[in-house]
């Protein structure tokens, strides 16, 4: 999991980076997450939805350069109390470093349920 600074929360709906649906309906995520440290190996990032872990939005290998970015977005329904977080790692395992003070997440109501 990914560490992020809360910058606002008027719903207080974040916490420990994970977002926390506080009412059902459609949410927009966006994700932006910078390399700390170079990587010459396969780097995977993506959002997990509750225990939905399959909604990657970089699946690169090759090697990356420090500073490298990738970012990605998604709208899904959520029911209240449903989770969100972002995840990156590297192939054989962890120790990714991503650099806080420029990757950002995101999180936001975009429609309600009727």
Not at 23 to 49: K, Q
Request: with cysteine; charged share 20%; hydrophobic share 40%.
């Amino acid at each position: 999991m990914v560490a992020f600074s809360e910058v606002y929360d008027n719903t207080n709906s974040f916490n420990n980076n994970v977002f926390t649906a506080p009412e059902d309906g459609i949410y927009r995520f966006d994700a932006s997450l910078a390399l700390d440290a170079p990587v010459n190996t396969r780097v995977i990032a993506r959002f997990v939805i509750g225990d939905d872990n399959k909604n990657r939005f970089y699946d690169g290998s090759g090697a990356t350069g420090a500073g490298f970015v990738c970012c990605g977005g998604l709208e899904i329904n959520m029911t209240k109390g449903q989770t969100a977080r972002v995840e990156c790692w590297k192939a054989g395992g962890n120790g990714l470093s991503v650099s806080n003070s420029v990757s950002s997440f995101s999180g936001r109501l975009i429609a309600q349920k009727v």
